[in-house]
């Protein structure tokens, strides 16, 4: 990367005085995990290119609490949020956008009741309308004509029904968006959903990330096309249990336009 990617954080716009028009929630996964670290990077170089003023919170930033409320620790989860509340509060954050689903309904449907009200969009939600503003161009591109299959995120479809701001934006790059036969509100979880990410699955005779990876296949993409880090890991996991990763990627949405434009 010939130039480093600049990114403020809230802290040092407070001190210029300065508000954001959004503050990009990076997420546990976008932070620390390898593979996720690359969807951050190309949802950055995204706002870049559509010249949006946004700032993260830097280590300001903690786990939502999510994974600790769908285990089963309330506490965990409350101690969490009232400190994730605090900060947002105390910079008079009023728009959040994020690329992780887990973030986004966790912000989106816990934290109002915990004081914590914010408008607040998935990363896809939120370049469908840079798109919309003009501020984006999403076109064709390297994936022009190629068969990518959408895995819905439960938190971004069934949970808060968005299901259609990563398809309109893949139909952009003319892509050949093809459907697997579960899909949309009929949708399979990847198998890392509540908590499952961060554990070995229970005893059964195939892995949730199998038959979702199993339903992906039999529509023969060449890009499996996620919105979600821990769905990505899954259906890397699955992809690479089929001994296919040579032939089919798995990409997230943002990293997707990203590569299409060679940003």
């Known amino acids: ?15 210029e005085g300065k508000k954001p028009e959004v503050l990009f929630w990076v997420g546990c996964a976008g932070s620390f995990d390898d593979r996720a670290k690359k969807i951050t990077k190309a949802f950055v170089k995204l706002l870049h290119n559509a010249g949006v003023d946004f700032a993260v919170l830097g280590t300001e930033e903690s786990c939502t609490g999510d994974p600790a409320k769908r285990a089963g620790n309330e506490f965990l989860f409350q101690m969490q949020a009232a400190t994730n509340i ?7 954050i009023k728009k959040i956008v994020t690329a992780c689903p887990h973030c986004f309904n966790t912000i989106k449907n816990e934290y109002p009741a915990l004081g914590g009200n914010y408008e607040i969009v998935h990363h896809t939600q939120f370049l469908k309308s840079l798109l919309e503003e003009g501020r984006l161009k999403v076109e064709g591109g390297k994936f022009k004509g190629k068969r990518i299959t959408f895995h819905d995120p439960c938190y971004l479809g069934r949970g808060n029904g968005e299901y259609e701001a990563p398809r ?23 198998g890392a959903g509540g908590g499952q990410m961060f554990k070995e699955p229970e005893p059964g005779n195939k892995d949730v990330n199998i038959e979702r990876t199993e339903q ?3 529509v023969q993409p060449e890009v499996i096309a996620a919105g979600c880090p821990f769905c990505n890991t899954m259906m890397t996991d699955g992809v690479k249990s089929k001994n296919q990763e040579d032939d089919i990627a798995v990409m997230d949405v943002a990293e997707l336009i990203a590569s299409a434009e060679d940003l």
């Open 216 to 218: 992906a296949l039999e």
């Open 168 to 190: 309109d934006l893949l139909r952009k790059l003319e892509v050949e968006l093809i459907e697997m036969k579960k899909c949309k509100s009929e949708g399979l979880c990847c």
């Open 86 to 92: 605090e900060v947002l509060n105390g910079y008079e």
């Open 1 to 15: 990367m010939a130039e480093a990617l600049k990114v403020p954080t809230m802290a040092e716009y407070m001190a």
